[in-house]
Every structure is written in C-alpha cells, then in structure tokens.
C-alpha cells in the first residue's frame, strides 16, 4: 500500500531543502514518505548534476562581506552560479549569506576548511552539492578571505557584484565612516596596494622598465632613464596605491590626508577585494 504524500509533507522537505515543490512531491513518492531518504535522494541529484556540470564556468554569482560585531574579524565569500538569472534570486543570495554566517562564526583558514563546516545538519560543501540539484546549475564557493584588525569594515558593491574588507588600526565611529568611504574607493579605483611599500616587487620591475622604454623612444639620453623612470613610478603609486590616491569624494586631498583629517593618525593596514568573474 502506497504512502499518502500530503502538501504538508511537501512543504516541510521544502523547507528542508529548498528544492522545488515538484521535485519534493517526486522524490517523497520514490522515498515512500520517508524524509531522510528523500532528501538522501536529493542530494544524489545534485551530486550527479554536479558532475555533469563539473566543466561549466561559474561566472556569475554573489560577493558576501560580513564582520564580527567587534569590528575584528572579516570574511569575504564569493558563491558562483552560471547564470545572472539564478544570481538574482532571493532563495540563491540567502544561500549565500548562510555560508558566509557560518564562515565569521568559525573563520577557517581556507575554502576547504570552510566547505567542511557544518551547514543545518550537513557540510557547506554537501549543501552546495545539494544546492545545485535544487538550482540545476553549477555551484561553488570559489573565493573566501580573511582579514584581522583593530577595526574591519566591509562594503558590498550593488547587486553583489564585488565586496571589500578594509583594515584599519583604529577603532571608533570615526574609523567606520572613514572606513567605509575608503572601501568604497578600493571597489572604485582597484589599487594594487595599501602603500608603496605593499607593491609586489614584480610590478616594480616592470614599470620601471616601462617608464625606462618610454623614455628611451621619447630620445631622453640613456644616462637620464633610471631618473625619469623613477619619476615615472612615483605617479605610478599615487595613482595605484590607496593611501596615495586622491580621494574619490574630494580630489584635492589623498586617502592618507583624508584619514588624517578625520582621526589623527588613522591608516589602512590591509583590504581584500573580491569580484565575480
């Protein structure tokens, strides 16, 4: 004799996992109303999807930023879908936010770490498998930073697009508004670095052979190219380094002497950036 699969039954796997209410009703059939194998059979769904999908791009998606209510501690996590269209739902950027939560809660050192974590019951990296079965697209967390400071304060760009965790080594009202002006240029401007001294020896290298080639076809004198090119980096890092760059919201004073002037002494210690794509 079959089971009866009532609407409440439906409802309450839903609830559980998020899936469609189709696709409940069928699996609740095939489980003959039995929830934990119901759900087992969801997630083979999704696992076999994932599978499928494995070489799909994950190219859209949502950017989470989120602190700890100290201000210290911060995570950035990128969850990516395939499409704008899934990006876009309610239902995936909650998803979203629930690893992030469970990301500041326990602030692993890696993705792997994280994706091990409990998530309701079972692994974020199972419900992200699961996740997929109920979307039918490819899902990952392909992006997760960290960041520890007196005062972190985190800024999501519209429509999670990008998100950004700003260091600073104060901690007041202050700090936060400034803070948050300053994260907002790290999503505007991209700079490469907190300061000169944060600039990946590489980059130095080449834009001092680039300043030195621009030079040298401009007919500057051989003996003059190291000088021109050390002119030339020096522009390089006002306009490539935060606390060099102009402000965004007043162009006649840098980041550094914007910080100044709102709390003596305030300065950027670190910033991750994190974007889709």
Known sequence: MSVKITATMVKTLRDQTGAGMMDCKKALVEAEGDFDTAIANLRK????????????????GVVIALTSEDGKKGVAVKVGC???FVAKNEDFVAFAQSIADVALANFPATIEELLALDLNGITVGEKV??????????????????????????YIHMGYKMAVLLALNQNNETAVEAGKNAAMQVAAMNPVAVDKSGVDTSIIEKEIEIGKEQARNDGRPEAMLEKIAMGKLNKFYKEN???NQQYVKDSKVSIKEYFNSES????ATAFKRVTLG
């Open 129 to 154: 498998i699961e996740q997929t079965g109920v979307i039918g697209e490819k899902i990952e967390v392909s992006k997760y930073e960290t960041l520890e400071a007196e005062l972190v304060v985190p």
């Open 45 to 60: 769904k999704g696992q076999k999807l994932s599978d499928s999908r494995a070489d799909r791009a994950t190219t859209e």
């Open 82 to 84: 395939e499409t704008d």
């Open 241 to 243: 380094t935060l606390m």
């Open 264 to 267: 003596k002494g305030l300065i």
